[in-house]
């Protein structure tokens, strides 16, 4: 049995875009954590947010309301939170939250980091 | 097919470990081929949700938890059971109070009405052993959404 709720690694690509590997969970478990580390990057000048959901197996309602708090934050100073690599569970609860009409999608972190600023 | 029953009475290491149960389910194939992939994640869905619920909420009082799975395939879905010996919740009182539309851009308060959306004939009830027990289909026949404003 693996414990799916690892702190989550961060690649600064820009001074104002970073890539977050979600790892196989965002769910109520690491919600608060994935909360901090991105307010730390937002303090420390993060304005664009790729989120890599590639390996990741469980999105839950509290994984997907931090998120929402993430892009709350990053709205007024216009950024973004963008997923990419997005598993199939991930899909699921996109498609069923419909929150592909506020978060774009793309195939890679590339295709995403080639897209953002 | 057949029942297929997992007990569990840790909540510590519950999520961890149904997700596990979920792997080897994929790995021994034990829910029919037929059944499309969406379905299967919206089931784990539903239970993951049930589950943070409990782990979460529940009231065991001095009882050693006991939390048990089941679930059967059906010729056009899934039918669950997830049963447990805490003190219960006011599912039908907070579904009922939750509005269908929600806050734009909620942090909380989605996980039952994902669960809602996900299935079909949801029904919780209290059972006469002190248990209680949340039972619901996943389907095919429908394409569920969440009404989330943005």
């Known amino acids: ?117 | 097919m057949e029942y297929i029953t997992h007990r569990f009475s840790d909540p510590a290491t519950l999520i961890d470990r149904v997700h596990t149960v979920f792997e080897n389910w994929e790995e021994k194939e034990s829910l029919p081929g037929c059944l499309d992939e969406d379905i299967v994640h919206r089931l784990k869905l539903a239970i993951h949700e049930w589950l943070a619920n409990l782990v979460q909420h529940a009231d065991f009082r001095d009882r050693r938890p006991e939390i048990s799975i089941t679930v059967r395939a059906l010729r056009n879905g899934i039918e669950c059971a997830i049963e447990d010996n805490s003190e219960g919740f006011d599912l039908n009182g907070q579904l009922t109070a939750k509005p269908d539309v929600i806050d734009a851009f909620p942090e909380r308060g989605m996980g039952l009405l994902m669960i809602k959306a996900c299935t079909e004939h949801l029904d919780y009830e209290e059972l006469t052993n002190m248990r209680h027990r949340l039972q619901f289909i996943v389907s095919s026949d429908r394409d569920p959404w969440l009404n989330i404003p943005f």
């Open chain 1, 1 to 117: 049995m693996t414990n799916t709720t690892m702190s989550f690694s961060i690649d600064t690509v820009t001074q104002e875009t970073v890539t977050v590997k979600i790892g196989k969970a965002l769910d109520f478990r690491n919600a608060a954590d994935f909360k901090t580390t991105c307010q730390e990057q937002v303090q420390s000048g993060a304005r664009n947010f790729i989120l890599d959901f590639s390996e990741t197996g469980i999105l839950d309602s509290t994984g997907l309301g931090s998120i929402f708090s993430l892009y709350r934050q990053v709205s007024p100073l216009n950024g973004q939170v963008v997923f990419a690599s997005v598993s199939r569970p991930v899909q699921v609860v996109v498609q069923l939250t419909r929150t592909y009409k506020v978060f774009r999608q793309f195939p890679s972190v590339e295709a995403a980091r080639e897209a953002l600023p």
